[in-house]
């Protein structure tokens, strides 16, 4: 089954026909490129800064950096991957000049299972529809008080579905990190709604088992 049609994302040979094509100079398959992949970056990048003004700002800058320097693209990655590298790159920027930007890379604890699952699948567990729309929504809003490495991690593992080795790419560490990231930021995410879900948090999975 081919999920990335499925769900109107491109497949491997589509992207690497339209990015070829670009490379040519086809205007329009860089806007089939832009299309397809400018509304996941905004999602993201709008969770990483949380300002309007300053996600679309960073995505046309983004997607500027990405067009410019595409004869070098290197065909052994997605294009989201090197997409969404560019733009975390252009969020830390910000983030520092913010001064939100917290280096807290020392993590101890490595989850040795990288497994990802659809979002859908990560509250499949709690039978109560609405209860599990309620804890889907406490859960996305306390994602947005973890540390911009942690943030990043779990937007594009939940949201983008990226395997560990992917992300480790687009935030440029490797992918043990990527794991102790997962398992710290479900840590204090559980602790942020303990008084919200006291006998429900055990029936919520973040998608890997441990």
Same mark, same amino acid.
């Given at each position: 089954? @081919?999920?990335?049609? $499925? @769900?109107?994302? =491109? ?19 860089? +806007? ?14 709008? +969770?990483?800064?949380? @300002? ?17 320097? !595409? ?6 990655? %997605? ?12 969020? =830390? @920027? !910000?983030? *520092? ?15 040795? $299972?990288? +497994?990802?699952? /659809? ?10 529809? $609405?209860? /599990?729309? %309620? ?10 008080? =973890? ?34 990231? !997962?398992?710290?930021? *479900?840590?204090? =995410? ?14 919520? %999975? ?5």
């Amino acid at each position: 089954m @081919n999920t990335e049609a $499925d @769900n109107g994302r =491109l497949t491997p040979s589509e992207e690497k026909d339209l990015i070829s094509r670009a490379q040519r100079g086809c205007q329009t398959s860089a +806007r089939e490129l832009i299309a397809a992949h400018q509304d996941r970056l905004h999602a993201f990048i709008w +969770r990483m800064v949380r @300002n309007d003004h300053d996600a679309e700002e960073i995505c046309q800058d983004a997607f500027l950096r990405a067009f410019q320097s !595409l004869d070098k693209f290197d065909f052994q990655y %997605r294009f989201s991957t090197w997409l969404f590298t560019i733009g975390y790159r252009i969020c =830390l @920027n !910000l983030l *520092r000049k913010r001064k939100d930007f917290s280096g807290d890379m020392d993590f101890s604890i490595v989850e040795t $299972d990288g +497994r990802s699952r /659809a979002e859908s699948d990560v509250y499949e567990e709690v039978a109560n529809s $609405d209860e /599990a729309r %309620r804890l889907k929504d406490l859960i996305w809003e306390s994602v947005e008080d =973890l540390t911009p490495q942690q943030r990043a991690t779990v937007l594009l593992f939940y949201k983008e579905g990226m395997s560990c080795q992917d992300i480790g790419t687009v935030l440029e560490i490797p992918a043990a990190t990527v794991k102790s990231h !997962l398992h710290r930021a *479900r840590a204090r =995410l559980k602790g942020m709604l303990e008084r919200h879900l006291v006998e429900d948090w055990s029936q919520v %999975r973040f998608g890997m088992s441990g």
